[in-house]
């Protein structure tokens, strides 16, 4: 089950005269990526202090995101800068800064992942808000990541991949994720989407997949955001 767009364009790449890439699954991505970060912080920051069992439900899901995001930006590191330095000169510096800007990302990550435990075992007032301040300085990082890939490195990778070479950045996704979370991920990522967005995204699901989603996935994803929000 892939959730990123493997759509094509009629105009030529730069790499084989073929036809390239539609990168435009990847903003679709990177919208719920951004809701996700915005909620997380938010939601944390509502808790009431002493209140453990909401902990655990909002603990949960920063685990699975970080999972979800985790993947998305280990591929990227695996099969897009490496290809992409390899193809481009002056511009090699908008590949090599995405590189440092994961790098800015997982270490909030890392920041928020190590505050999570103690707030998630007594849902203290400080241990909260100590969390809800990684969690913001996490989405800051991120969204200036996301703004920045989309307006750099995006068209560079419209100019210079091959539909296969992107393509492969979501069958890492896939091959990388449990199977029962691919279901919320796609989830995820159609929340935002609109009409033509959402069947694109569908389209690229082999016809399993996208029976699996309209009968278990929908509804699933539907009772995680009731429980998540609240």
């Not at 280990?74 to 908008?94: F, N, Q, S, T």
């Not at 920041?111 to 849902?123: F, G, I, N």
């Amino acid at each position: 089950m892939k959730t990123e767009s493997n759509t094509t364009s009629t105009a030529p790449s730069d790499t084989d005269g073929g036809p390239r890439p539609d990168t435009h699954g990847m903003v679709v991505i990177h919208r719920g990526l951004r809701r996700e970060a915005r909620l997380l912080a938010e939601l944390v920051a509502a808790v009431a202090p002493g209140d453990t069992a909401r902990a655990a439900v909002l603990a949960a899901h920063f685990r699975d995101y970080r999972l979800g995001l985790h993947n998305h930006h280990h591929g990227e590191d695996e099969h897009l800068w490496p290809v992409l330095l390899g193809r481009v000169d002056l511009e090699a510096e908008v590949v090599l800064r995405m590189e440092a800007q994961h790098e800015r990302v997982a270490g909030t990550l890392a920041a928020a992942e190590a505050a999570l435990p103690a707030w998630e075992s007594t849902a203290g007032e400080a241990e909260r808000d100590r969390l809800a301040a990684v969690l913001a300085e996490h989405r800051a990082v991120l969204v200036e990541h996301l703004d920045d890939e989309e307006a750099e490195l995006l068209p560079l990778a419209a100019r210079h991949l091959t539909v296969a070479e992107w393509n492969r950045l979501g069958e890492h996704f896939v091959a990388a994720t449990p199977k029962p979370k691919l279901l919320l991920f796609l989830g995820l990522v159609l929340e935002e989407a609109d009409p033509a967005e959402r069947s694109a995204v569908l389209a690229g699901l082999p016809l399993p997949g996208r029976l699996l989603w309209h009968t278990v996935g929908r509804p699933l994803y539907a009772r995680t955001t009731r429980r998540v929000r609240g």
